[in-house]
């Protein structure tokens, strides 16, 4: 006799739709209200925390779009992510909302490309929301991560010692121009920050493109600011540039 305990395997939750999906995970989000999961975390015991429910509607995405979204926020949670960041799916719904304007997705199709962007980046997204909340292993996880692609980016025009230390402290600033914003919205009227100078905040990541490729286009801008106002030298050649940058994928 089969083990009924096969009936629910690596196929049948691969092509599980989200509904069920919800079911497995004891989720019911026909109703905006706050809901319990038990989640094991190091082997302990299981803990019940409260998600709350955001209202498609209040977000401009429909519910295939928040579907999708939660699958990916589930996968995520079953390959434990969450041990360094518990990240709650309303959470993440209110930081797309506050970083991307999803009234111009004025199409069903439109929404659903976006949030297929974003299921992509999903990862990346949940990092720069902690980042974004101080989180300082967050921060720790972007910078060994981020540091030494942003570097190569910055050897096509700087030899390797100048490459390192330019994205190291454009990382510096990116976290600072963060902690700055996130200031600005606690305290609004008390705060006095200088002009936004292009340096980018994690605020503003939306997931639409990969965290490096946010972050690299700012830091190539700023380093060719930099060698164009004769501060720092550039050490390559056009030739030598045009071989490099063919071979360097920093894009999606």
């Excluded at 799916?89 to 199409?107: A, K, N, P, V, Y």
């Excluded at 605020?203 to 700012?218: C, E, K």
């Amino acid at each position: 006799m089969d083990d009924p305990d096969r009936s629910i395997g690596p196929a049948r939750r691969e092509n599980c739709n989200p509904r069920e999906a919800e079911r497995m995970h004891g989720v019911d989000t026909t109703k905006i209200e706050p809901l319990e999961l038990e989640v094991t975390v190091d082997g302990n015991s299981n803990v019940p925390i409260a998600f709350p429910v955001k209202d498609p509607s209040s977000i401009g995405l429909g519910q295939k779009e928040l579907d999708l979204l939660r699958m990916k926020w589930f996968s995520l949670l079953g390959e434990g992510i969450w041990h360094h960041f518990s990240m709650p799916f309303d959470e993440i719904l209110e930081h797309i909302e506050d970083s991307f304007d999803l009234e111009i997705l004025h199409t069903n199709e439109l929404r659903l490309a976006a949030a297929t962007r974003i299921a992509e980046n999903f990862e990346d997204l949940i990092l720069a929301i902690a980042c974004a909340k101080g989180d300082l292993a967050a921060w720790s996880l972007l910078e060994r991560d981020l540091t030494p692609l942003l570097a190569r980016m910055c050897e096509l025009r700087v030899d390797e010692t100048d490459a390192l230390l330019h994205a190291s402290r454009f990382l510096c600033a990116v976290r600072t121009r963060t902690r700055d914003e996130e200031l600005l919205e606690v305290f609004p009227a008390d705060a006095d920050f200088s002009e936004n100078d292009g340096m980018p905040c994690l605020q503003d990541y939306t997931g639409l493109h990969p965290l490096r490729s946010f972050l690299g286009g700012p830091l190539f801008a700023n380093l060719q600011d930099l060698i164009r106002d004769g501060l720092v030298a550039a050490t390559r050649s056009g030739a030598e540039r045009d071989r490099s940058a063919r071979c360097l994928r920093l894009a999606d």
